[in-house]
């Protein structure tokens, strides 16, 4: 895979938001052009996420 930062629908060039979707046991960490709503799933699977986030620091 080539390097993925440009959203090929809009041509937004600074990269992604990211989103998990449950799948069976798993998730699937996909990406959403924050440009244009586009969702983007190449198939990364997690496992062993908590069901809840722990909260980090804020970054400013
Ligand atoms: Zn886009």
């Known amino acids: 895979?080539?390097?993925?930062?440009?959203?090929?629908?809009?041509?937004?060039?600074?990269?992604?938001?990211i989103f998990f979707k449950p799948v069976k046991d798993a998730h699937h960490m996909a990406f959403i052009c924050p440009q244009c709503g586009q969702s983007f799933d190449f198939g990364l699977v997690i496992k062993g996420l908590r069901s809840k986030s722990v909260r980090g620091p804020i970054f400013e």
């Open 1 to 17: 895979m080539s390097e993925f930062r440009t959203c090929p629908c809009c041509g937004y060039r600074k990269g992604f938001h």
